[in-house]
Protein backbone atom coordinates (compact mmCIF):
# COMPACT_ATOMS: atom_id res chain seq x y z
CA UNK A 1 0.00 0.00 0.00
CA UNK A 2 1.42 3.37 -0.91
CA UNK A 3 0.73 6.92 -0.29
CA UNK A 4 -0.24 7.49 -4.27
CA UNK A 5 -2.91 5.04 -4.42
CA UNK A 6 -4.78 6.20 -1.21
CA UNK A 7 -4.56 9.55 -2.66
CA UNK A 8 -5.84 7.88 -6.02
CA UNK A 9 -8.71 6.08 -4.04
CA UNK A 10 -9.63 9.29 -2.28
CA UNK A 11 -9.98 11.19 -5.41
CA UNK A 12 -11.83 8.56 -7.07
CA UNK A 13 -14.51 9.04 -4.05
CA UNK A 14 -14.75 12.96 -4.64
CA UNK A 15 -15.92 11.54 -8.28
CA UNK A 16 -18.34 8.68 -6.90
CA UNK A 17 -19.55 11.43 -4.49
CA UNK A 18 -20.89 13.50 -7.31
CA UNK A 19 -22.32 10.59 -9.13
CA UNK A 20 -24.39 9.39 -5.68
CA UNK A 21 -25.74 12.56 -4.53
CA UNK A 22 -28.33 13.26 -6.32
CA UNK A 23 -29.86 9.54 -6.73
CA UNK A 24 -29.73 9.64 -3.41
CA UNK A 25 -31.68 12.36 -2.85
CA UNK A 26 -34.21 11.52 -5.18
CA UNK A 27 -34.88 7.52 -3.68
CA UNK A 28 -34.64 9.49 0.29
CA UNK A 29 -37.38 11.69 -0.67
CA UNK A 30 -39.75 10.49 -3.05
CA UNK A 31 -39.01 7.26 -2.05
CA UNK A 32 -38.37 6.71 -6.20
CA UNK A 33 -35.79 4.80 -7.56
CA UNK A 34 -34.48 6.81 -10.44
CA UNK A 35 -33.17 4.29 -12.81
CA UNK A 36 -32.78 7.05 -15.01
CA UNK A 37 -30.09 8.96 -13.29
CA UNK A 38 -27.72 6.97 -15.52
CA UNK A 39 -29.08 8.41 -18.43
CA UNK A 40 -29.02 11.55 -17.41
CA UNK A 41 -25.48 11.78 -16.70
CA UNK A 42 -24.69 11.15 -19.57
CA UNK A 43 -26.66 13.92 -21.32
CA UNK A 44 -25.13 15.95 -18.78
CA UNK A 45 -21.73 15.34 -20.40
CA UNK A 46 -23.22 15.60 -23.74
CA UNK A 47 -23.76 19.71 -22.96
CA UNK A 48 -20.37 19.70 -21.55
CA UNK A 49 -19.27 18.24 -24.74
CA UNK A 50 -21.33 20.33 -27.61
CA UNK A 51 -20.54 23.48 -25.11
CA UNK A 52 -16.68 22.69 -25.50
CA UNK A 53 -16.51 21.34 -29.14
CA UNK A 54 -18.99 24.04 -30.31
CA UNK A 55 -18.61 27.16 -27.87
CA UNK A 56 -14.88 26.32 -27.10
CA UNK A 57 -16.57 26.38 -23.36
CA UNK A 58 -14.27 25.03 -20.67
CA UNK A 59 -15.47 21.68 -19.48
CA UNK A 60 -15.90 23.04 -15.92
CA UNK A 61 -17.36 26.38 -16.98
CA UNK A 62 -20.16 24.31 -18.89
CA UNK A 63 -21.64 22.62 -15.28
CA UNK A 64 -24.42 25.72 -14.74
CA UNK A 65 -25.21 24.75 -18.05
CA UNK A 66 -25.32 21.09 -17.73
CA UNK A 67 -27.24 21.29 -14.13
CA UNK A 68 -29.77 23.72 -15.70
CA UNK A 69 -30.25 21.25 -18.38
CA UNK A 70 -30.84 18.44 -16.77
CA UNK A 71 -32.26 19.86 -14.12
CA UNK A 72 -35.35 21.07 -16.44
CA UNK A 73 -35.54 17.68 -17.89
CA UNK A 74 -36.11 16.14 -14.15
CA UNK A 75 -38.63 18.56 -13.27
CA UNK A 76 -40.65 17.50 -16.22
CA UNK A 77 -40.12 13.62 -16.06
CA UNK A 78 -41.43 13.93 -12.39
CA UNK A 79 -43.93 16.44 -12.99
CA UNK A 80 -46.00 15.09 -15.98
CA UNK A 81 -44.62 11.51 -15.61
CA UNK A 82 -43.75 10.00 -12.69
CA UNK A 83 -46.09 12.33 -10.32
CA UNK A 84 -49.09 10.81 -12.52
CA UNK A 85 -48.17 6.66 -10.58
CA UNK A 86 -46.13 7.94 -7.63
CA UNK A 87 -48.78 5.82 -5.23
CA UNK A 88 -48.55 2.55 -7.01
CA UNK A 89 -45.31 2.45 -5.17
CA UNK A 90 -41.56 2.08 -5.75
CA UNK A 91 -41.68 -0.71 -8.28
CA UNK A 92 -43.93 0.73 -10.58
CA UNK A 93 -42.01 4.12 -10.49
CA UNK A 94 -38.59 2.37 -10.82
CA UNK A 95 -39.86 0.27 -14.07
CA UNK A 96 -41.46 3.80 -15.42
CA UNK A 97 -38.11 5.55 -14.86
CA UNK A 98 -36.27 2.54 -16.45
CA UNK A 99 -38.65 3.01 -19.69
CA UNK A 100 -37.64 7.10 -19.93
CA UNK A 101 -34.03 5.53 -19.21
CA UNK A 102 -34.28 3.48 -22.18
CA UNK A 103 -35.66 6.28 -24.47
CA UNK A 104 -32.70 8.36 -23.28
CA UNK A 105 -30.30 6.81 -24.06
CA UNK A 106 -31.79 5.83 -27.27
CA UNK A 107 -32.48 9.19 -28.19
CA UNK A 108 -28.82 10.17 -27.45
CA UNK A 109 -27.61 7.50 -29.58
CA UNK A 110 -29.92 8.38 -32.28
CA UNK A 111 -28.79 11.99 -32.21
CA UNK A 112 -25.01 12.15 -31.25
CA UNK A 113 -24.32 8.46 -32.50
CA UNK A 114 -22.22 5.87 -31.02
CA UNK A 115 -18.90 7.62 -31.89
CA UNK A 116 -16.55 7.99 -28.93
CA UNK A 117 -15.91 11.26 -27.86
CA UNK A 118 -13.60 13.09 -25.76
CA UNK A 119 -12.92 16.49 -23.69
CA UNK A 120 -9.88 17.77 -23.61
CA UNK A 121 -8.49 20.89 -22.06
CA UNK A 122 -5.01 22.07 -22.20
CA UNK A 123 -4.81 21.21 -18.44
CA UNK A 124 -5.84 17.56 -18.90
CA UNK A 125 -2.63 15.94 -18.08
CA UNK A 126 -1.27 17.93 -15.48
CA UNK A 127 -1.07 17.51 -12.02
CA UNK A 128 0.32 18.43 -8.94
CA UNK A 129 3.78 17.13 -8.13
CA UNK A 130 4.82 16.53 -4.31
CA UNK A 131 7.53 14.57 -4.81
CA UNK A 132 6.13 10.94 -3.11
CA UNK A 133 2.91 11.90 -4.33
CA UNK A 134 1.26 13.19 -7.86
CA UNK A 135 -2.09 14.98 -7.55
CA UNK A 136 -4.16 15.30 -10.90
CA UNK A 137 -5.58 19.06 -11.01
CA UNK A 138 -8.75 17.73 -13.19
CA UNK A 139 -9.35 15.08 -9.76
CA UNK A 140 -8.54 17.61 -7.53
CA UNK A 141 -10.76 20.58 -8.84
CA UNK A 142 -13.51 17.58 -9.40
CA UNK A 143 -13.33 16.51 -5.43
CA UNK A 144 -13.31 20.18 -4.44
CA UNK A 145 -16.44 20.54 -6.52
CA UNK A 146 -18.13 17.46 -4.94
CA UNK A 147 -17.60 19.01 -1.36
CA UNK A 148 -19.09 22.49 -2.63
CA UNK A 149 -21.84 21.29 -4.24
CA UNK A 150 -22.02 18.70 -0.80
CA UNK A 151 -22.10 21.75 1.04
CA UNK A 152 -24.46 23.96 -1.33
CA UNK A 153 -27.56 21.67 -1.02
CA UNK A 154 -26.58 21.14 2.84
CA UNK A 155 -27.45 25.04 2.73
CA UNK A 156 -29.75 24.64 0.87
CA UNK A 157 -32.10 21.71 2.35
CA UNK A 158 -31.54 23.32 6.35
CA UNK A 159 -31.77 27.20 5.53
CA UNK A 160 -34.34 27.90 2.79
CA UNK A 161 -38.12 27.45 2.94
CA UNK A 162 -38.15 25.08 -0.32
CA UNK A 163 -35.55 22.77 1.49
CA UNK A 164 -36.92 22.46 4.87
CA UNK A 165 -40.43 21.69 3.05
CA UNK A 166 -38.52 18.68 1.11
CA UNK A 167 -37.59 17.09 4.47
CA UNK A 168 -40.92 17.95 5.80
CA UNK A 169 -42.16 15.47 2.59
CA UNK A 170 -39.09 13.17 3.08
CA UNK A 171 -40.01 12.66 7.03
CA UNK A 172 -43.89 11.82 6.23
CA UNK A 173 -45.58 12.72 2.94
CA UNK A 174 -49.36 12.89 4.15
CA UNK A 175 -48.26 15.21 7.36
CA UNK A 176 -46.46 17.44 5.00
CA UNK A 177 -49.47 18.08 2.78
CA UNK A 178 -51.51 18.69 6.13
CA UNK A 179 -49.59 21.34 6.77
CA UNK A 180 -49.91 22.94 3.23
CA UNK A 181 -47.01 21.76 1.65
CA UNK A 182 -47.50 20.83 -2.19
CA UNK A 183 -46.17 17.54 -2.55
CA UNK A 184 -46.79 17.14 -6.46
CA UNK A 185 -44.74 20.39 -6.68
CA UNK A 186 -41.80 19.29 -4.05
CA UNK A 187 -41.22 15.93 -5.77
CA UNK A 188 -40.76 17.82 -8.71
CA UNK A 189 -38.15 20.14 -7.35
CA UNK A 190 -36.17 17.37 -5.60
CA UNK A 191 -36.38 15.76 -8.58
CA UNK A 192 -35.37 18.53 -10.65
CA UNK A 193 -32.10 18.81 -8.09
CA UNK A 194 -31.48 15.18 -8.50
CA UNK A 195 -31.42 15.90 -12.27
CA UNK A 196 -29.23 19.03 -11.98
CA UNK A 197 -26.53 17.05 -9.37
CA UNK A 198 -26.61 14.54 -12.43
CA UNK A 199 -25.68 16.86 -15.41
CA UNK A 200 -23.02 18.30 -12.66
CA UNK A 201 -21.62 15.15 -12.17
CA UNK A 202 -22.00 14.02 -15.93
CA UNK A 203 -20.08 17.77 -17.04
CA UNK A 204 -17.26 16.30 -14.61
CA UNK A 205 -16.88 13.12 -15.44
CA UNK A 206 -16.37 14.50 -19.41
CA UNK A 207 -13.23 15.41 -18.65
CA UNK A 208 -12.16 11.72 -17.32
CA UNK A 209 -13.76 9.55 -18.99
CA UNK A 210 -14.91 8.92 -23.27
CA UNK A 211 -18.06 10.30 -23.40
CA UNK A 212 -20.59 7.78 -25.34
CA UNK A 213 -24.67 7.13 -25.23
CA UNK A 214 -23.99 4.07 -22.44
CA UNK A 215 -21.51 5.77 -20.29
CA UNK A 216 -23.74 6.26 -17.32
CA UNK A 217 -24.83 2.37 -16.92
CA UNK A 218 -21.88 1.25 -14.85
CA UNK A 219 -22.08 4.15 -13.06
CA UNK A 220 -25.62 3.33 -11.81
CA UNK A 221 -24.74 0.51 -10.00
CA UNK A 222 -21.82 2.64 -8.34
CA UNK A 223 -25.16 5.19 -7.30
CA UNK A 224 -26.83 2.53 -5.50
CA UNK A 225 -23.65 1.32 -3.48
CA UNK A 226 -23.26 4.99 -3.17
CA UNK A 227 -26.46 6.10 -1.48
CA UNK A 228 -26.84 2.32 0.64
CA UNK A 229 -23.29 3.08 2.28
CA UNK A 230 -23.89 6.85 2.73
CA UNK A 231 -27.32 6.58 3.93
CA UNK A 232 -30.45 7.46 1.64
CA UNK A 233 -31.22 10.97 1.29
CA UNK A 234 -28.95 12.78 3.67
CA UNK A 235 -26.83 15.37 2.34
CA UNK A 236 -23.22 14.03 3.76
CA UNK A 237 -24.03 10.35 2.96
CA UNK A 238 -22.90 10.47 -0.04
CA UNK A 239 -19.75 11.81 -0.11
CA UNK A 240 -18.34 9.55 2.49
CA UNK A 241 -19.84 6.42 0.58
CA UNK A 242 -18.14 8.18 -2.44
CA UNK A 243 -14.87 8.25 -0.13
CA UNK A 244 -15.30 4.46 0.92
CA UNK A 245 -16.21 3.06 -2.66
CA UNK A 246 -13.10 5.03 -4.11
CA UNK A 247 -11.11 3.92 -1.07
CA UNK A 248 -12.28 0.45 -1.14
CA UNK A 249 -11.93 0.03 -4.92
CA UNK A 250 -8.88 1.01 -5.31
CA UNK A 251 -7.01 -0.29 -2.49
CA UNK A 252 -8.52 -3.52 -2.88
CA UNK A 253 -7.14 -3.22 -6.85
CA UNK A 254 -3.58 -3.03 -5.21
CA UNK A 255 -3.88 -5.78 -2.68
CA UNK A 256 -5.95 -8.28 -3.78
CA UNK A 257 -5.76 -7.44 -7.20
CA UNK A 258 -8.03 -5.86 -9.87
CA UNK A 259 -10.01 -8.45 -11.14
CA UNK A 260 -11.46 -8.71 -8.08
CA UNK A 261 -12.35 -4.69 -7.52
CA UNK A 262 -15.82 -5.09 -8.08
CA UNK A 263 -16.27 -8.23 -6.05
CA UNK A 264 -15.12 -6.35 -3.23
CA UNK A 265 -16.77 -3.04 -3.42
CA UNK A 266 -20.06 -5.33 -3.63
CA UNK A 267 -18.74 -7.59 -1.03
CA UNK A 268 -18.36 -4.30 1.51
CA UNK A 269 -21.97 -3.40 0.84
CA UNK A 270 -23.30 -6.42 1.35
CA UNK A 271 -21.40 -6.32 5.04
CA UNK A 272 -22.87 -2.96 5.41
CA UNK A 273 -26.14 -3.16 4.73
CA UNK A 274 -26.29 -6.17 7.15
CA UNK A 275 -24.33 -4.49 10.02
CA UNK A 276 -25.79 -1.18 9.67
CA UNK A 277 -28.78 -1.33 7.05
CA UNK A 278 -29.38 2.83 7.81
CA UNK A 279 -25.94 3.80 6.16
CA UNK A 280 -22.94 4.99 7.63
CA UNK A 281 -24.26 8.52 8.06
CA UNK A 282 -27.92 7.52 7.97
CA UNK A 283 -30.22 8.87 10.38
CA UNK A 284 -33.84 7.30 12.02
CA UNK A 285 -36.69 8.31 9.46
CA UNK A 286 -34.98 8.87 6.60
CA UNK A 287 -35.68 6.55 3.78
CA UNK A 288 -37.54 4.13 6.00
CA UNK A 289 -39.36 1.41 4.15
CA UNK A 290 -42.48 2.61 3.16
CA UNK B 1 -72.52 -10.57 -14.91
CA UNK B 2 -72.35 -13.98 -12.92
CA UNK B 3 -71.87 -17.25 -14.54
CA UNK B 4 -72.44 -20.38 -11.43
CA UNK B 5 -69.03 -20.83 -10.38
CA UNK B 6 -68.74 -24.91 -11.92
CA UNK B 7 -69.67 -23.39 -15.32
CA UNK B 8 -66.45 -20.98 -14.96
CA UNK B 9 -64.36 -23.25 -13.61
CA UNK B 10 -65.23 -25.60 -16.23
CA UNK B 11 -64.91 -22.77 -18.82
CA UNK B 12 -61.40 -21.99 -17.56
CA UNK B 13 -60.58 -25.88 -17.53
CA UNK B 14 -61.63 -25.82 -21.18
CA UNK B 15 -59.61 -22.88 -22.03
CA UNK B 16 -56.25 -24.07 -20.49
CA UNK B 17 -56.46 -27.13 -21.67
CA UNK B 18 -56.69 -25.79 -25.42
CA UNK B 19 -53.59 -23.56 -24.91
CA UNK B 20 -51.42 -26.71 -23.47
CA UNK B 21 -52.74 -28.64 -26.76
CA UNK B 22 -51.80 -25.95 -28.46
CA UNK B 23 -48.29 -25.39 -27.16
CA UNK B 24 -47.57 -29.10 -27.55
CA UNK B 25 -48.87 -29.45 -31.60
CA UNK B 26 -46.89 -25.77 -32.15
CA UNK B 27 -43.39 -27.33 -33.17
CA UNK B 28 -44.58 -29.93 -35.31
CA UNK B 29 -46.85 -26.99 -37.66
CA UNK B 30 -45.01 -23.86 -36.78
CA UNK B 31 -41.38 -23.10 -38.66
CA UNK B 32 -38.20 -23.02 -36.47
CA UNK B 33 -38.51 -18.97 -35.87
CA UNK B 34 -42.06 -19.38 -34.21
CA UNK B 35 -40.69 -22.42 -32.12
CA UNK B 36 -37.79 -20.65 -31.13
CA UNK B 37 -40.14 -16.55 -29.67
CA UNK B 38 -41.70 -19.31 -27.88
CA UNK B 39 -39.29 -20.77 -26.15
CA UNK B 40 -37.93 -17.16 -25.30
CA UNK B 41 -41.64 -16.17 -23.89
CA UNK B 42 -41.83 -19.83 -22.06
CA UNK B 43 -38.44 -18.71 -20.18
CA UNK B 44 -39.40 -15.55 -19.09
CA UNK B 45 -42.65 -16.97 -18.01
CA UNK B 46 -40.93 -19.17 -16.04
CA UNK B 47 -38.35 -16.41 -14.62
CA UNK B 48 -41.07 -14.54 -13.65
CA UNK B 49 -43.17 -17.53 -12.10
CA UNK B 50 -39.83 -17.78 -10.06
CA UNK B 51 -39.26 -14.45 -8.97
CA UNK B 52 -43.09 -14.37 -7.91
CA UNK B 53 -42.65 -16.34 -5.20
CA UNK B 54 -40.07 -14.62 -3.31
CA UNK B 55 -41.25 -10.73 -4.68
CA UNK B 56 -45.00 -11.51 -5.60
CA UNK B 57 -46.10 -13.74 -2.56
CA UNK B 58 -43.55 -13.17 0.03
CA UNK B 59 -42.96 -9.53 -0.64
CA UNK B 60 -38.85 -9.76 -0.90
CA UNK B 61 -37.55 -7.51 -3.45
CA UNK B 62 -35.14 -9.96 -5.00
CA UNK B 63 -33.26 -7.08 -7.56
CA UNK B 64 -30.39 -9.91 -7.89
CA UNK B 65 -32.60 -12.69 -8.76
CA UNK B 66 -30.55 -13.96 -11.82
CA UNK B 67 -27.48 -14.77 -9.74
CA UNK B 68 -29.70 -17.94 -9.16
CA UNK B 69 -29.86 -18.29 -13.23
CA UNK B 70 -26.31 -17.97 -13.31
CA UNK B 71 -25.86 -20.56 -10.52
CA UNK B 72 -28.01 -22.74 -12.03
CA UNK B 73 -26.20 -22.20 -15.84
CA UNK B 74 -22.51 -22.42 -14.66
CA UNK B 75 -23.40 -25.29 -12.56
CA UNK B 76 -24.81 -27.12 -15.24
CA UNK B 77 -22.63 -26.31 -17.66
CA UNK B 78 -19.47 -27.24 -15.61
CA UNK B 79 -20.80 -30.65 -14.27
CA UNK B 80 -21.48 -31.72 -18.09
CA UNK B 81 -17.87 -30.35 -19.11
CA UNK B 82 -15.59 -30.94 -16.30
CA UNK B 83 -17.27 -34.37 -15.11
CA UNK B 84 -19.10 -35.26 -17.95
CA UNK B 85 -22.46 -35.86 -16.80
CA UNK B 86 -25.34 -36.13 -18.63
CA UNK B 87 -27.63 -32.78 -19.17
CA UNK B 88 -30.56 -34.41 -16.76
CA UNK B 89 -28.56 -34.82 -13.09
CA UNK B 90 -26.53 -31.53 -14.10
CA UNK B 91 -29.77 -29.59 -14.65
CA UNK B 92 -31.10 -31.03 -10.95
CA UNK B 93 -28.24 -30.58 -9.26
CA UNK B 94 -27.59 -27.01 -10.89
CA UNK B 95 -31.24 -25.99 -9.78
CA UNK B 96 -30.49 -27.38 -6.27
CA UNK B 97 -27.39 -25.78 -5.55
CA UNK B 98 -29.25 -22.56 -6.39
CA UNK B 99 -31.34 -23.47 -3.86
CA UNK B 100 -28.85 -24.36 -1.39
CA UNK B 101 -26.98 -20.70 -2.05
CA UNK B 102 -29.87 -18.73 -1.31
CA UNK B 103 -30.69 -21.39 2.21
CA UNK B 104 -27.51 -19.78 2.83
CA UNK B 105 -27.40 -16.18 2.04
CA UNK B 106 -31.04 -16.15 2.98
CA UNK B 107 -30.09 -16.54 6.74
CA UNK B 108 -28.20 -13.09 7.19
CA UNK B 109 -30.06 -11.12 4.33
CA UNK B 110 -33.42 -11.78 5.00
CA UNK B 111 -33.25 -10.01 8.07
CA UNK B 112 -32.86 -6.48 5.89
CA UNK B 113 -35.84 -4.99 4.98
CA UNK B 114 -37.57 -3.47 1.70
CA UNK B 115 -34.77 -1.30 -0.36
CA UNK B 116 -32.37 -2.86 1.71
CA UNK B 117 -32.94 -6.58 1.02
CA UNK B 118 -32.73 -5.14 -2.59
CA UNK B 119 -29.89 -3.61 -2.88
CA UNK B 120 -27.80 -6.18 -1.20
CA UNK B 121 -29.07 -8.79 -3.55
CA UNK B 122 -27.65 -6.41 -6.13
CA UNK B 123 -24.02 -6.87 -4.33
CA UNK B 124 -24.42 -10.61 -4.20
CA UNK B 125 -24.76 -10.76 -7.52
CA UNK B 126 -22.20 -8.29 -8.53
CA UNK B 127 -19.53 -10.47 -6.44
CA UNK B 128 -20.18 -13.91 -7.28
CA UNK B 129 -20.52 -12.54 -11.05
CA UNK B 130 -16.69 -11.45 -10.82
CA UNK B 131 -15.73 -14.44 -8.99
CA UNK B 132 -17.21 -16.54 -11.30
CA UNK B 133 -15.03 -14.64 -14.18
CA UNK B 134 -11.86 -14.84 -12.57
CA UNK B 135 -12.16 -18.74 -11.80
CA UNK B 136 -10.30 -20.64 -14.13
CA UNK B 137 -12.46 -24.31 -13.27
CA UNK B 138 -15.49 -22.17 -14.54
CA UNK B 139 -13.59 -21.20 -17.61
CA UNK B 140 -12.79 -17.41 -16.28
CA UNK B 141 -13.66 -14.89 -18.83
CA UNK B 142 -13.64 -17.04 -21.32
CA UNK B 143 -16.81 -18.99 -20.78
CA UNK B 144 -17.66 -22.55 -20.95
CA UNK B 145 -18.44 -24.24 -24.30
CA UNK B 146 -21.26 -27.14 -23.58
CA UNK B 147 -21.27 -30.43 -25.36
CA UNK B 148 -23.11 -30.53 -28.43
CA UNK B 149 -26.66 -32.27 -28.65
CA UNK B 150 -26.23 -35.97 -30.34
CA UNK B 151 -29.03 -35.49 -32.91
CA UNK B 152 -30.47 -33.37 -35.72
CA UNK B 153 -31.20 -29.66 -34.70
CA UNK B 154 -34.64 -29.43 -35.04
CA UNK B 155 -34.85 -32.26 -32.28
CA UNK B 156 -32.74 -30.43 -30.14
CA UNK B 157 -34.81 -26.99 -30.24
CA UNK B 158 -37.58 -29.28 -29.95
CA UNK B 159 -36.51 -30.76 -26.45
CA UNK B 160 -35.73 -27.08 -25.48
CA UNK B 161 -39.07 -26.10 -26.41
CA UNK B 162 -40.83 -28.94 -24.37
CA UNK B 163 -38.57 -28.51 -21.77
CA UNK B 164 -39.00 -24.84 -21.04
CA UNK B 165 -43.01 -25.52 -21.38
CA UNK B 166 -42.76 -28.13 -18.55
CA UNK B 167 -41.21 -25.90 -16.00
CA UNK B 168 -43.31 -22.70 -17.20
CA UNK B 169 -46.62 -25.40 -16.55
CA UNK B 170 -44.98 -26.72 -13.16
CA UNK B 171 -44.06 -23.31 -12.05
CA UNK B 172 -47.71 -21.74 -12.88
CA UNK B 173 -48.85 -25.02 -10.87
CA UNK B 174 -46.73 -23.92 -8.17
CA UNK B 175 -48.39 -20.13 -7.81
CA UNK B 176 -51.52 -21.72 -7.91
CA UNK B 177 -50.31 -24.43 -5.07
CA UNK B 178 -49.17 -20.85 -3.49
CA UNK B 179 -52.20 -18.84 -3.66
CA UNK B 180 -54.06 -21.88 -1.94
CA UNK B 181 -52.09 -23.85 0.49
CA UNK B 182 -50.93 -23.09 4.14
CA UNK B 183 -47.30 -22.32 3.06
CA UNK B 184 -48.58 -20.18 0.76
CA UNK B 185 -50.72 -18.39 2.92
CA UNK B 186 -48.07 -17.93 5.39
CA UNK B 187 -45.53 -16.28 3.04
CA UNK B 188 -48.69 -13.95 2.05
CA UNK B 189 -48.84 -12.98 5.80
CA UNK B 190 -45.33 -12.23 5.83
CA UNK B 191 -46.03 -10.09 2.95
CA UNK B 192 -48.90 -8.10 4.48
CA UNK B 193 -47.05 -7.72 7.88
CA UNK B 194 -44.16 -9.50 9.01
CA UNK B 195 -44.19 -8.41 12.77
CA UNK B 196 -48.35 -9.20 12.78
CA UNK B 197 -47.52 -12.56 11.09
CA UNK B 198 -44.86 -13.63 13.48
CA UNK B 199 -46.85 -12.68 16.42
CA UNK B 200 -49.75 -15.41 14.66
CA UNK B 201 -47.23 -17.86 15.13
CA UNK B 202 -45.80 -17.79 11.75
CA UNK B 203 -41.94 -19.15 12.41
CA UNK B 204 -40.92 -16.35 9.65
CA UNK B 205 -37.23 -16.67 9.41
CA UNK B 206 -37.91 -20.58 8.42
CA UNK B 207 -40.70 -19.26 5.58
CA UNK B 208 -38.75 -16.48 4.03
CA UNK B 209 -35.61 -18.87 3.66
CA UNK B 210 -37.71 -21.47 2.38
CA UNK B 211 -39.46 -19.04 0.20
CA UNK B 212 -36.23 -17.61 -1.46
CA UNK B 213 -34.77 -21.12 -1.99
CA UNK B 214 -37.90 -22.46 -3.63
CA UNK B 215 -37.56 -19.18 -5.63
CA UNK B 216 -33.96 -19.82 -6.64
CA UNK B 217 -34.24 -23.61 -7.35
CA UNK B 218 -36.75 -22.59 -9.94
CA UNK B 219 -34.69 -19.87 -11.45
CA UNK B 220 -31.75 -22.11 -11.10
CA UNK B 221 -33.44 -25.19 -13.34
CA UNK B 222 -34.31 -22.40 -15.69
CA UNK B 223 -30.45 -21.25 -16.06
CA UNK B 224 -29.55 -24.88 -16.73
CA UNK B 225 -31.91 -25.24 -19.85
CA UNK B 226 -30.86 -21.76 -20.93
CA UNK B 227 -26.75 -22.91 -20.50
CA UNK B 228 -27.97 -25.92 -22.78
CA UNK B 229 -30.25 -24.17 -25.33
CA UNK B 230 -26.76 -21.25 -25.42
CA UNK B 231 -24.38 -24.48 -26.01
CA UNK B 232 -22.09 -21.48 -24.82
CA UNK B 233 -22.41 -18.82 -21.39
CA UNK B 234 -19.85 -16.65 -19.54
CA UNK B 235 -20.26 -14.56 -16.77
CA UNK B 236 -21.59 -10.83 -18.31
CA UNK B 237 -24.43 -13.09 -20.25
CA UNK B 238 -25.71 -15.03 -17.36
CA UNK B 239 -25.29 -12.85 -14.65
CA UNK B 240 -26.52 -9.78 -16.75
CA UNK B 241 -28.54 -7.83 -14.20
CA UNK B 242 -30.80 -6.93 -17.47
CA UNK B 243 -32.07 -10.14 -17.64
CA UNK B 244 -33.45 -9.44 -14.34
CA UNK B 245 -34.67 -6.34 -15.52
CA UNK B 246 -36.74 -7.65 -17.76
CA UNK B 247 -38.36 -10.65 -15.69
CA UNK B 248 -39.00 -8.29 -13.36
CA UNK B 249 -41.29 -6.01 -15.38
CA UNK B 250 -42.84 -8.87 -16.82
CA UNK B 251 -43.94 -10.28 -13.23
CA UNK B 252 -44.91 -6.31 -12.04
CA UNK B 253 -46.85 -5.54 -15.27
CA UNK B 254 -48.61 -8.71 -15.23
CA UNK B 255 -49.37 -8.52 -11.72
CA UNK B 256 -47.13 -9.78 -8.54
CA UNK B 257 -48.84 -12.37 -6.50
CA UNK B 258 -51.24 -13.30 -8.42
CA UNK B 259 -50.94 -16.75 -10.23
CA UNK B 260 -51.56 -15.94 -13.79
CA UNK B 261 -49.85 -12.46 -14.02
CA UNK B 262 -46.24 -13.45 -14.95
CA UNK B 263 -47.36 -15.51 -17.55
CA UNK B 264 -49.59 -12.92 -19.55
CA UNK B 265 -46.54 -10.03 -18.51
CA UNK B 266 -44.11 -12.50 -20.10
CA UNK B 267 -46.50 -12.83 -23.04
CA UNK B 268 -47.12 -9.21 -23.82
CA UNK B 269 -43.98 -7.69 -23.20
CA UNK B 270 -42.21 -10.39 -25.52
CA UNK B 271 -44.15 -10.67 -28.41
CA UNK B 272 -44.34 -6.57 -27.65
CA UNK B 273 -40.62 -6.60 -27.94
CA UNK B 274 -40.20 -9.01 -31.08
CA UNK B 275 -42.92 -6.92 -33.19
CA UNK B 276 -41.12 -3.68 -32.06
CA UNK B 277 -37.33 -5.30 -32.90
CA UNK B 278 -38.73 -6.25 -36.30
CA UNK B 279 -40.75 -3.19 -36.91
CA UNK B 280 -37.55 -0.71 -36.02
CA UNK B 281 -34.23 -1.72 -36.75
CA UNK B 282 -33.01 1.97 -35.75
CA UNK B 283 -34.52 3.32 -32.12
CA UNK B 284 -36.29 0.05 -31.06
CA UNK B 285 -34.92 0.64 -27.60
CA UNK B 286 -36.54 3.76 -28.07
CA UNK B 287 -40.08 2.82 -28.64
CA UNK B 288 -39.67 -0.35 -26.50
CA UNK B 289 -39.53 2.79 -23.60
CA UNK B 290 -42.17 4.26 -24.87
CA UNK B 291 -44.35 1.17 -24.46
CA UNK B 292 -43.29 0.23 -21.08
CA UNK B 293 -44.21 3.55 -20.04
CA UNK B 294 -47.32 4.05 -21.21
CA UNK B 295 -48.24 0.79 -20.32
CA UNK B 296 -47.26 1.72 -16.42
CA UNK B 297 -49.17 4.49 -16.93
CA UNK B 298 -52.15 3.06 -17.98
CA UNK B 299 -52.30 0.03 -15.74
CA UNK B 300 -50.39 0.83 -12.86
CA UNK B 301 -51.38 -2.33 -10.86
CA UNK B 302 -51.32 -4.90 -13.33
CA UNK B 303 -52.81 -6.59 -16.14
CA UNK B 304 -54.78 -9.02 -14.22
CA UNK B 305 -55.65 -5.86 -12.18
CA UNK B 306 -57.54 -4.89 -15.22
CA UNK B 307 -59.02 -8.30 -15.91
CA UNK B 308 -60.67 -7.94 -12.82
CA UNK B 309 -62.30 -5.22 -13.38
CA UNK B 310 -63.43 -6.26 -16.59
CA UNK B 311 -61.18 -3.83 -18.45
CA UNK B 312 -63.45 -1.19 -17.19
CA UNK B 313 -62.66 2.53 -18.43
CA UNK B 314 -63.88 4.05 -16.24
CA UNK B 315 -61.74 1.48 -13.46
CA UNK B 316 -58.34 2.88 -15.63
CA UNK B 317 -59.81 6.71 -14.88
CA UNK B 318 -60.21 6.04 -11.37
CA UNK B 319 -56.66 4.16 -11.01
CA UNK B 320 -55.07 6.76 -12.96
CA UNK B 321 -56.76 9.53 -10.72
CA UNK B 322 -55.80 7.27 -7.05
CA UNK B 323 -52.38 6.71 -8.25
CA UNK B 324 -51.16 10.45 -8.82
CA UNK B 325 -50.05 13.08 -6.19
Known amino acids: MDLQSLVNGILLGGVYACVGIGFSLVWGVTNVINLAHGAMITLGAYVTFWAYQGLGLDPFLSIPLAMLAMGALGYGIQRYLVNLVVRTGVFMTLILTFGVQLVLIDTALFLFSGDYRAVTPSYGGAGLDLGAVVVPYVRLAIFGIGLLLTFVLHLFMTRTRTGNAIRATALNRDAAQLVGVDIGRIYAVTFAIGGALAGAAGALLSTLYTITPVMGQPLLGKAFVIACLGGLGTMWGSLIGGLILGLAETVGAVTIGPAYQQALSFGLLVVILVVRPEGIVGQKFFAEVK | MTRPPGRRAALTGAAAGALVVAALALPWLASGYWVRVLSGVFMFGALAQSLNVIVGFTGYADFGNVVFFGLGAYTTAALMTKAGWAFGPSWVLGGCLAAAAAGLLGLPLLRLRGHYFAIATIGVLEAVREITSNVAFFGGGMGITLPVFAGPPEVFYRTIYYLLLVVLVAFTGLAWWLARSRFGYALRAIKADEEAAAVMGVHTTRYKVLAWALSALCTGLVGGIYAYWLTYIEPPFVFDILISVKYWIMMLLGGAGTVLGPLA ?43 RLRFSPAAVVDNLRRNRI
Open chain 2, 265 to 307: GAIILESLSVAIWGQFLRGHMLVLGLVISLVILFMPTGFMDLV
